[in-house]
């Protein structure tokens, strides 16, 4: 049973920059590709970028490509999403979710375990 909790969201003003951080305490981390998804009210959660499980593959939205980082690191169970250049349209809740399956880009549907989720608001 997978446990992911999201950490680090937060209220940033355009252009700002912020690194949410997603921990695994309850399952091998190392065997899912890890991805960052994001829902914005009223619209349908999307697809950021997700990471190998090695770390060595990426892939990122064409929405948030060149902005946002992904990394993880296998020895402390974490997935890192460092955001920059942060746009008002970038608000939403985000949610980090794993997947055991191959593919490095993936829906709702094919993800395994998901997190809570932590709020991003972008300011103007």
């Known amino acids: 049973q997978a446990q992911l909790e999201e950490s680090g969201g937060g209220l940033v003003q355009v252009g700002g920059s912020l690194r949410l951080a997603c921990n695994d305490s309850g399952f091998i981390f190392s065997m899912f590709t890890m991805g960052w998804f994001r829902q914005a009210p009223g619209k349908e959660r999307e697809l950021v970028a997700t990471?190998?499980?090695?770390?060595?593959?990426?892939y990122y939205s064409d929405s948030v490509k060149v902005r946002f980082t992904i990394s993880r690191d296998n020895a402390k169970n974490t997935v890192y999403l460092q955001m920059n250049s942060l746009k008002t349209e970038d608000t939403a809740a985000y949610y980090c979710?794993?997947?055991?399956?191959?593919?490095?880009?993936?829906?709702?549907?094919?993800?395994?375990?998901w997190g809570q989720g932590t709020q991003v608001t972008v300011s103007s």
């Open positions: 990471i190998s499980r090695s770390g060595g593959d990426t």
């Open positions: 979710a794993a997947r055991l399956g191959n593919g490095m880009v993936f829906t709702t549907k094919e993800s395994d375990f």
